[in-house]
């Protein structure tokens, strides 16, 4: 999903570098993504969002062992290296156009040269991949190998593939292994508070930062987990933040009991479209003025958008009126977008990344709200990705 699109070579949204090797890849062979040697690192789970940045023309050579005809030049390099047993998962969906898509095999050292020789083990070739026709797969992978994902486009195109990437690490006999971390705060005293995080579409696991603050400062702290176990010697109300790169952030306040608790955490995954809205940011009543206790609310949206620094979001503004959608209803909804959309480029996201929009009354959460709750959550700022 959906940092932003810093971190991306060229055009690519949504694919992060590997900063030792691909930039270092980079600075001395000013090699683009669209050549085998400027290939992306896909380094974790995620939706990624890749772009053909159209260049023209043809070439005979690269893939010679393994296509009989000249390719376009326009492509998209990327790779995984498993560091442990596992197998992959990925879809592939165009955009608009239809491609070709390679999976090679191969060892670590010197993959372009393998593929270019037709020394790398073809595991995959789906011919004129359409938009709109998901192609998925599930592979076991070796640590000791690498993985090079190839999309290929007709020349002078410029669109964009959805890629959804999931790496599950396995053991021995096969089985998925979860990743858990434990904290005893309590010097043996044992009490059992799970965190677990899902992806709220694949019911599965997800390793995601987390940082808990306290108002004890006893649970303060940032962990790295799907599952974490926190033994606390008393109740503790806290603020859990939940980030992970192609997903939503997820703010959650919870009160640690003294007896065993369980706090499940449904992360959704950041696809074209998708919209999720930032709860508390609040404005002073009939202006787009954002109240100072929200400040910090804008500033989690700042650091979503930083942490997936290739996406676009529309900002939805909407208010909580009776009647009809007037149209001073639509552009104070607008003007408090566009108030948001401000405070977002002035923490450095660029301004090109965001849009806004205003829908008045028309979108309610609830219909007829008659407590408070509902029509603050009717007053709301909402993000699509784009």
């Avoid at 380094?43 to 772009?51: A, C, I, K, V």
């Avoid at 939940?242 to 369980?262: A, C, P, Q, V, W």
């Amino acid at each position: 999903m959906i940092n932003q699109k810093g971190l991306f070579l060229f055009g690519l949204i949504f694919i992060f570098f590997n900063e030792k090797s691909n930039a270092q890849i980079l600075r001395k062979k000013q090699a683009s993504h669209a050549t085998c040697e400027g290939m992306i690192n896909i380094t974790e789970s995620g939706r990624y969002l890749l772009e053909f940045i159209g260049l023209e023309n043809k070439e005979n050579e690269t893939l010679s062992a393994y296509l009989k005809d000249s390719v376009s030049k326009n492509k998209i390099w990327s790779y995984f290296s498993p560091k442990n047993k596992g197998k992959i998962s990925f879809d592939v969906l165009p955009e608009q156009q239809e491609i070709d898509f390679f999976l090679f095999e191969t060892e670590k050292s010197n993959p372009c040269a393998l593929i270019k020789k037709g020394q790398a083990k073809k595991i995959l070739h789906n011919k004129k991949l359409l938009s709109k026709k998901v192609v998925s797969n599930e592979i076991e992978v070796d640590p000791k190998k690498r993985y090079i994902f190839l999309f290929i486009s007709k020349e002078n195109l410029k669109f964009r593939v959805n890629f959804k990437f999931e790496f599950i690490p396995i053991d021995e006999k096969g089985r998925e292994i979860i990743d858990r971390t434990i904290s005893d705060y309590t010097v043996g005293k044992r009490i059992n508070t799970h965190i677990k995080i899902i992806n709220a579409e694949t019911k599965k696991p997800v390793t995601s930062s987390i940082t808990i603050k306290s108002k004890t400062k006893l649970l303060d702290g940032y962990y790295q987990a799907s599952d974490l176990f926190l033994f606390v010697p008393k109740t503790s109300k806290s603020l859990i933040k939940i980030d992970r790169r192609g997903y939503f952030s997820k703010d959650i306040e919870h009160k640690f009991l003294m007896n065993n608790d369980t706090l499940l955490i449904l992360l959704k995954p950041l696809t074209i479209g998708s919209t999720a809205q930032f709860e508390e940011i609040e404005f002073y009543p009939g202006t787009s003025a954002i109240k100072k206790r929200s400040e910090e609310k804008v500033k989690r949206v700042a650091d979503f958008l930083a942490l997936n620094a290739s996406i676009h979001i529309e900002i939805q503004g909407h208010v909580n009126s009776k009647g009809k959608n007037t149209s001073s209803s639509i552009m104070l909804s607008k003007r408090r977008a566009k108030r948001v959309m401000k405070r977002l480029h002035q923490y450095g996201i660029n301004r090109s990344r965001l849009t806004a929009v205003g829908f008045g009354n028309a979108k309610p959460i609830y219909s007829n709200p008659k407590k408070a709750y509902q029509e603050q959550a009717n007053r709301r700022v909402e993000i699509m990705i784009k």
